[in-house]
């Protein structure tokens, strides 16, 4: 199931203006839906497409761009080898997902765009993307787009709020008018569930499929206890951080 997400928007208007002498990194939060908007970008916006997901990519393809940016020829020959794939047609693009975890990929950016031959998109997780980027040269070729959690009115869309509604309400909303009140109560009912359910497309997804409060909180606890391991391992981090400069300015 994919969400209709204001994002799309963003990234059409990054290819328009952008594409080609910058890639576009969408950053925010885990699990808000980051790769499955970007890859059906690329389904639907391109001749073909390629995605280099470095939570799963081996060793090789990770020392192809240590040991290759010098030769692009050489890199994409063998990036293609790897992957077992090659691109075919005139606008292409190549996914760097979970960008963070590999800084390296991200570095080469500089050198991709420059060459011309092909758009790269890249994704990221807030938090970790700000910490990884020691001893590494953040390209100034990035066009940074931030993603959020799914907002009220990508929840109605989600679940089958005509477009007809949405465009009377805005227009409600400009001239300060109020809607009917059969409507007023069943979009009401539909926020409080989406103050329930909120926008993680997960979440969401799983309320569309059994309107079952109960299963909804299982993905969210779920959700709650990965951001728990991001934080515990984050705060940890900082901690050795912040107990080193002060060992250093006691020295």
Not at 71 to 86: A, P, Q, V
Not at 182 to 209: C, E, N, R, T
Not at 217 to 227: C, E, G, P, T
Request: charged content about 30%.
């Amino acid at each position: 199931m994919i969400f209709k997400r204001k994002v799309y928007d963003k990234l059409i208007e990054w290819k328009t203006l952008a594409a080609g002498t910058s890639a576009v990194l969408l950053e925010g939060a885990r699990r808000i839906g980051k790769s499955t908007i970007v890859e059906e970008f690329a389904k639907k916006e391109y001749d073909d497409y390629m995605i280099l997901d470095f939570a799963r990519e081996n060793q090789d393809v990770k020392n192809n761009f240590v040991e290759n940016m010098n030769d692009l020829d050489t890199f994409f020959r063998n990036l293609f080898l790897l992957k077992g794939k090659s691109l075919k047609g005139k606008n292409c693009v190549i996914i760097f997902d979970e960008v963070q975890l590999f800084p390296q990929a991200r570095q080469a950016i500089k050198y991709l765009v420059a060459d011309g031959r092909y758009e790269y998109i890249e994704t990221g997780s807030l938090i970790s993307i700000r910490k990884n980027v020691k001893d590494i040269l953040i390209p100034s070729e990035e066009y940074r787009i931030k993603m959020y959690p799914m907002d009220f009115e990508e929840f109605m869309i989600a679940n089958n709020v005509s477009k007809t509604t949405l465009e009377m309400l805005k227009a409600k909303f400009e001239t300060c008018q109020p809607v009917d009140e059969f409507i007023h109560q069943k979009l009401l009912s539909l926020f409080f569930i989406y103050l329930i359910v909120g926008g993680m497309p997960d979440a969401v997804k799983i309320y569309i499929a059994t309107k079952d409060i109960r299963e909804v909180d299982k993905v969210q606890r779920d959700i709650v206890a990965l951001y728990k391991e991001d934080f515990s391992q984050y705060a940890v981090s900082y901690t050795h951080l912040r107990a080193h400069e002060t060992l250093m300015n006691l020295v």
